[in-house]
């Protein structure tokens, strides 16, 4: 049974680039929510999804948006890129909005 | 605003040795606290989860306290191994199904 997978696993962008990272959530799961760690830093909510809507939202910018599928999967996009959102961005995916999350190895984002 | 702090940020402990993570946060009106381990650019493992109405987990050599009241949490890991070198993460749910806050972290060395 695969976990939560995310790709890429590394990714090289230059300043004011947009980028797509993407999760597949564990077998079963239907919600999915992204987090954003800064190198030193605990992980910061960016937003969570379920049955293909944004259900939450934490403090991040209009420039981030996300989508899920209704296979369940979801992207992370992040447009005009800042040397700021350089960080791990992690995948979490539950089996409904109140269950145990279960997290991704990230993708590790560098805005050079 | 929910805050967690996580003390000490850093700790260095010989083979052997049992020790504790200490971590607090400022609103008290949780409804879980769970213990994570992240290995370096790699997700996150969750070790321990401990419901609002519970005291204590224990999982192996990992044991997690809950004061509520007081806002604070503790971590022991007894016996250490090398293998236990990681950076240690506290997260609460305020509600279910809401967001998880995290602490920046208590970044382990068990030195053989």
């Known amino acids: 049974d695969a976990g939560v997978t995310q790709s890429p696993t590394h990714l090289i962008k230059t300043r004011g680039q947009q980028v797509t990272l993407r999760c597949s959530p564990k077998?079963?799961?239907?919600?999915v929510s992204w987090y954003q760690q800064a190198l030193g830093q605990g992980p910061q909510f960016i937003f969570q999804?379920?049955?293909?809507?944004?259900?939450q939202r934490g403090n991040f910018p209009d420039r981030f948006s996300g989508h899920q599928f209704p296979n369940y999967s979801s992207e992370l996009n992040v447009n005009a890129l800042l040397l700021g959102d350089s960080a791990l961005y992690l995948c979490?995916?539950?089996?409904?909005?109140?269950?145990?999350?279960?997290f991704g190895s990230g993708t590790q984002l560098s805005v050079l | 605003k929910q805050e967690v702090t996580q003390i000490p940020a850093a700790l260095s402990v010989p083979e052997g040795e049992n020790l504790v993570l200490n971590c607090s946060f400022t609103?008290?009106?949780?409804?879980?606290l769970q213990w994570f381990r992240q290995d370096p650019g790699k997700g996150l493992t969750s070790l321990l989860l401990?419901?609002?109405?519970?005291r204590e987990q224990t999982s192996g050599r990992l044991n997690a306290s809950l004061d509520k009241s007081s806002g604070r949490s503790t971590l022991y890991i007894a016996a250490s191994q090398p293998g236990d070198s990681a950076t240690y993460l506290c997260?609460?749910?305020?509600?279910?199904?809401?967001?998880?806050?995290f602490g920046e972290g208590t970044q382990l060395t068990v030195n053989p």
């Open positions: 997260a609460v749910e305020e509600t279910s199904g809401s967001r998880l806050t």
């Open positions: 609103d008290s009106a949780i409804y879980n």
């Open positions: 999804y379920y049955e293909e809507e944004e259900r």
């Open positions: 077998s079963g799961h239907d919600t």
């Open positions: 979490a995916s539950s089996r409904s909005v109140n269950e145990k999350l279960f």
């Open positions: 401990i419901q609002s109405s519970q």
